[in-house]
Every structure is written in structure tokens, then in C-alpha cells.
């Protein structure tokens, strides 16, 4: 007898402990989520949460030079006309790089950007990028700026709306998939900006920059005029434009080489713009 009471009193408690889990698992569920857990409860007020290790991804969107965290982005502004300069602070300026990407010519000066530790702007073409999607996901790891150079390098000023937008649009899906998030900088091709193309590009979220020191490196003038033209127009905010595709940039490739430790060894920061507006 007191063999079988012993035998329940097992059972009883076995069965509440089996209850007693079964509880603990509902009670992890949420209403509406299948079977996936509840999200683990914040840390008590006061409490400091754990650090999690930066990934390459969060660390690259990050400023390499002086300007602090980047601001939060509202609704695009439409402009009449573009950017032509940054505005900051100290002796920065802006090189940025048109047509491309092109293995030619795009890898190299990625190499020099590399090799002195400086981010640049590329305004890319969708065909281009298209074709050398890997050129941008080099351009994300290095923390360069990618922006939208329209899908196959049009004048505008000649097209009508849905063509403007359907160039802009597919360039913007592309850089999106190969570099990992959408332009917030566009370009038009030539430097031929009108109406529509202000509004569409601030309708897809950008912002449009054109530059201060145009080095006309397409009409290949020679490495030193084009080392010239730089250094004869580097100032606080400038816009440098050249080119890393659209004919033989091997001049331009040359002339980065030369111009870039220059430009560095005397104060300035290269870097990327950050947005106007909060």
C-alpha cells in the first residue's frame, strides 16, 4: 500500500512538471507568429546592453573623415539646378568618377583610392554596372559612394518623362542589387539637367550633384594637364570630375596617381558628401 502511494504521489508530480513546461512554451509564443519565439525582454532601465561587433555593412556607412554620423534623410528637396560644391568643414573635396564601372580603368584607380585610404563618388551607368556588378560590391566593402548616371548615358534634355524615369529607375534597381542600397546622389548625363529630371530624381529619393573643377579628361589632353587642372582648382569643397570609362582612361588613371598623395600631402581631406537636410 505504502508502495502504491508512493507510485502516485511520482506520477502527480511528473504530470504538474509536465504542465508546468508546457505553460513555459505557450507563454514564449506570440499571438499571430506561428511558432516563432517571443523577441527576449529589453534590459532593465539602467541596465547596459551588449555590445554587438559592427559588421562590415554598418562600419562602410560610416564617415572615414570629419563630418560625424550621417544626418537623417526626410523627403527629397526638388531643385532648379544642382549642387556644384560641398559645403563642410576644414579643406575637403570630392573626386568623382563618371561612366563606369570599367575593369579598364575603374580597378586601377580603386587600387590608388585604396592604397591611400580615401573614399571617392562613382556616377555609374546602368549597362555598365550590369556587367561588372562585382566592381560595385567592391565599391560598397571600400566604403565609396556609388550614384545614378542613367541606364545608358541619354541627353535628357531630349527625352520625355517616362523615358527620364525608366533610365533613372533601372539604374537605381541595379546599384541597389551590386552595391547593396539605392543612390542618394544622381547625375545627369553631359551635365544636361531640366525640370523633369530634378523632380523624378527627387521623387526616387536623390539628390543631384554636377561639380567645381571639370578636369575634361575625355578630351585626353595629357596626364599632366590633367594633374594641372586638379591641383589648380583644389580648394575647400570642390567637385572634381573625371572619368573611369566612355573611352581610354588611361590618362585619368595616371594623372589620380600623381595628383591624389599631392593633394593630401598638403591638408586635404577626400572624402564623400554627406545630404544638405535633415
Not at 507568429?33 to 562602410?60: D, F, H, I, V
Not at 555598365?128 to 565609396?144: F, I, K, Q, S, T
Not at 546599384?175 to 547593396?180: C, F, L, M, P, T
Not at 526616387?204 to 594641372?228: K, Q, Y
Amino acid at each position: 500500500m505504502q508502495k502504491d502511494q508512493l507510485l502516485t504521489r511520482r506520477r502527480a508530480l511528473l504530470t504538474g512538471a509536465a504542465a508546468l513546461g508546457a505553460a513555459g512554451v505557450a507563454a514564449a509564443l506570440v499571438p499571430g507568429t506561428g511558432n516563432r519565439a517571443a523577441p527576449p525582454a529589453p534590459p532593465a532601465p539602467g541596465a547596459q546592453a551588449a555590445r554587438r561587433p559592427l559588421k562590415p555593412s554598418e562600419y562602410r556607412l560610416r564617415p572615414l573623415t570629419g563630418y560625424g554620423p550621417p544626418s537623417a534623410t526626410g523627403s527629397t528637396p526638388v531643385r532648379t539646378e544642382p549642387l556644384l560644391r560641398m559645403s563642410g568643414r576644414g579643406r575637403t573635396m570630392v573626386l568623382t568618377f563618371d561612366d563606369g564601372p570599367d575593369p579598364r580603368y575603374t580597378t586601377p584607380i580603386l587600387d590608388t583610392l585604396a592604397r591611400y585610404q580615401v573614399r571617392a563618388m562613382f556616377f555609374v551607368c546602368g549597362e555598365m554596372a550590369a556587367e561588372n556588378r562585382d566592381l560595385l560590391a567592391r565599391m560598397a566593402d571600400e566604403g565609396h559612394m556609388v550614384g545614378n548616371h542613367t541606364w545608358s548615358h541619354p541627353l535628357l534634355t531630349r527625352l520625355g518623362r517616362r523615358r527620364i524615369r525608366l533610365e533613372m529607375e533601372r539604374t537605381c534597381d541595379i546599384i541597389e542589387k551590386a552595391h547593396g542600397e539605392r543612390p542618394q546622389w544622381f547625375r545627369a548625363p553631359y551635365g544636361a539637367w531640366n525640370r523633369a529630371a530634378f523632380q523624378l530624381g527627387a521623387e526616387l529619393g536623390m539628390e543631384p550633384l554636377a561639380w567645381t573643377v571639370d578636369t575634361l579628361d575625355w578630351t585626353t589632353p595629357g596626364t599632366a594637364t590633367i594633374v594641372d587642372r586638379v591641383e589648380d582648382g583644389a580648394a575647400p569643397g570642390v567637385v572634381v570630375l573625371s572619368h573611369d570609362a566612355g573611352g581610354d582612361r588611361e590618362q585619368s588613371v595616371r594623372a589620380l596617381r600623381a595628383y591624389l598623395p599631392g593633394l593630401l600631402d598638403s591638408g586635404y581631406h577626400i572624402s564623400v558628401p554627406r545630404r544638405q537636410y535633415a
